[in-house]
């Protein structure tokens, strides 16, 4: 069965950079996109950006762009997501989502939580 | 950009039908996408293509999509139908994904 593992929970200053993995199993690797979305407190889902797996060519909403790096290991079926320049308002669930044979998400990573504090 | 418009909250007593809609312009034209989020939980999908449901989701759960609204209907809601719902479109245009704000079902 498809799974989604991500890292654990992150506490990170503000001005520093967090790097989120998740671990793809159940299904080949290359073969779906991987999206990352966030939900910060009180807010809601916020769609982030996306890599192919296979070709490494990625794309993000206008909001990130700049901060956000979204890498692959095929080696290991892992996506990576890498947010710098991290502020009090990053504050969030990060999840990574496999799209499906159309433009939804049918599986979900359990999440991570990232802080950002001083 | 393509903007995704929800109501901010949405209450049914059980057993009744609850609606829960989502605007956009001529968003009848696209595939729009449920998901229920509960608390503390990853989003789980339970509508794609405007109104298939994937396997394991009941068959409460439905939708449909024209013009300018799709709605997500949920037929004889549970206590455990409470949570968050979002819809969710690809907008070909800026090759972008686009989630509606969010509707809080309360079960009263």
């Known amino acids: 069965q498809v799974q989604l593992v991500q890292s654990g929970a992150e506490v990170k200053k503000p001005g520093a950079s967090v790097k989120v993995s998740c671990k793809a199993s159940g299904y080949t690797f290359s073969g779906n996109s991987m999206h990352w979305v966030r939900r910060a407190p009180g807010q809601g889902l916020e769609w982030m950006g996306w890599i192919d797996p296979n070709s490494g060519g990625t794309n993000s909403a206008q909001k990130f762009q700049g901060r956000v790096t979204m890498t692959r290991d095929t080696s290991i079926s892992t996506a990576y997501m890498e947010l710098t320049r991290l502020r009090s308002d990053d504050t969030a669930v990060y999840y990574c989502?496999?799209?499906?044979?159309?433009?939804?998400?049918?599986?979900w990573g359990q999440g991570t939580l990232v802080t950002v504090s001083s | 950009s393509y903007v995704l418009t929800q109501p901010p909250s949405v209450s049914v007593a059980p057993g009744q039908t609850a609606r829960i809609t989502c605007g956009g312009n001529?968003?009848?034209?696209?595939?729009v996408h449920w998901y229920q989020q509960k608390p503390g939980q990853a989003p789980v999908l339970v509508v794609y293509?405007?109104?298939d449901r994937p396997s394991g989701i009941p068959e409460r759960f439905s939708g449909s999509n024209s013009g300018n609204t799709a709605t997500l209907t949920i037929s004889r809601v549970e206590a455990g139908d409470e949570a968050d719902y979002y819809c969710?479109?690809?907008?070909?245009?800026?090759?972008?994904?686009?989630f509606g704000g969010g509707t809080k079902l309360t079960v009263l």
């Open positions: 969710q479109v690809w907008d070909s245009s800026s090759e972008l994904w686009v």
């Open positions: 001529n968003i009848g034209s696209r595939s």
């Open positions: 989502a496999r799209d499906g044979s159309g433009s939804w998400f049918g599986y």
């Open positions: 293509d405007d109104s």
